[in-house]
């Protein structure tokens, strides 16, 4: 964002809003500005309501989750009117919270309902819906001992995703990853996460790959990462140190179909080196709003032929077809109005 422009740093005067409707203006006033809206409905716990108003999609300062990093979220893709995934999301969501030691102010089966209410009060059928525990708001401690209760959030976010044909490349991440117990509950501190993606993308990379202590490959910035061996098998990282990417769950799933068709030999989670996996024949990103991305290039090399792989390819079509066309527990039709 750019500095205000001012002829000396002495004369500048920062704006004081002299009431809450002044400010409500001028927040309209941006959002008016703004061709098609981004986020078409959010729910907090801390209104106690799905607010329709952009202008009014904020949080508190003094929540535990802006300051100190203690809340957990998670997302679920809408395609086509339908939320795919919600209840794998949602369990994965609660795991999390409850290794932040966060206790949800809501039941599962709330949780559940104000995520689908507000889907159908957002009227998106093409994007995400994203969401939050937090600590709550109460105060700017470590502790959350002194916030009265834990707060839920969240948002749907109109996009337009299609499936990835056009392969990418990545680069090896130098920047350190987190260790198992945070690496394997998805928390907003995000930051290693951050830095490691701009480090792939100021060097002309689409994002990067994390490599462990002990020299296997991990996973991707927000992405899990699988690989097709020369002797046509699906290998994906084993879950114990990263995220289990619920994408790269249900590919487990629903690969062995490409191996009752011949098309692949085997599936199966394995610890790959690095030698190992650089020496991959397909190499591609897994997740859930991708959900398949080819890798083509690793570290300035090849992976392959270096070019986007056929498996590669017939897994995304797998997916996709699941997402389009799954089955009911895979599967929510939202009620819209
Ligand atoms: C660090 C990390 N790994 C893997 C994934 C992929 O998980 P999923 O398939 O559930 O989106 C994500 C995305 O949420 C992530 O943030």
């Known amino acids: 964002m750019a500095a205000p422009k001012v002829e000396n740093d002495e004369e500048f005067r920062v704006h004081v809003f002299s009431s809450s409707s002044e400010l409500l203006e001028k927040l309209h006033e941006k959002w008016n500005s703004v061709k098609e809206l981004p986020y078409s409905a959010m729910y907090s716990s801390v209104f106690g309501g799905i607010i329709l108003d952009p202008a009014m999609m904020v949080i508190p300062i003094d929540d535990h989750m802006v300051h100190r990093g203690h809340g957990v979220f998670d997302t679920a893709i809408i395609l086509d009117g339908y ?131 002990e020299g296997y490959i991990a996973e991707g910035p927000n992405v899990n990462v699988a690989f097709i061996t020369h002797g046509k098998e699906l290998v994906l990282p084993v879950f114990d140190k990263i995220l289990s990417g619920c994408t790269a769950l249900r590919l487990l799933e629903l690969a062995p179909k490409l191996v009752k068709q011949g098309r692949l030999k085997g599936v199966r989670t394995a610890n790959l080196t690095v030698e190992e996996a650089k020496g991959a024949a397909e190499m591609m990103y897994v997740g859930s709003t991708l959900p398949i991305l080819p890798i083509i290039m690793w570290d300035e090399k090849p992976i392959g032929n270096g070019m986007v792989g056929e498996l590669t390819m017939a897994l995304s079509d797998l997916l996709w077809e699941d997402m389009a066309t799954g089955p009911e527990t895979k599967r929510l039709l939202v009620p819209y109005a």
């Not at 966060?102 to 599962?108: G, H, K, L, M």
């Not at 104000?114 to 502790?143: H, N, V």
């Not at 009265?148 to 299609?162: H, K, L, M, R």
Request: one cysteine or more; a positive charge; charged letters at 20%.
């Open 83 to 213: 939320l795919y995934e919600l209840d794998d999301h949602l369990d994965r969501f609660l795991r999390s919270a409850s290794k932040a030691k966060i206790s949800s102010p809501f039941p599962r089966s709330i949780l559940r309902s104000i995520l689908i209410q507000l889907t159908a009060a957002s009227q998106c059928k093409k994007g995400t819906l994203r969401y939050w525990l937090s600590a709550g708001p109460g105060d700017f401690l470590l502790s959350p001992a002194g916030c009265p209760t834990s707060a839920f959030y969240a948002v749907v976010i109109n996009e337009n995703f299609s499936q990835c044909k056009e392969g990418v490349k990545v680069i090896t991440s130098m920047i350190p990853m987190k260790s198992p117990l945070f690496a394997t509950m998805k928390n907003v501190n995000y930051l290693p996460n951050v830095l490691s993606k701009m480090e792939a993308e100021e060097q002309g990379a689409f994002a990067s790959i994390w490599i462990d202590e």
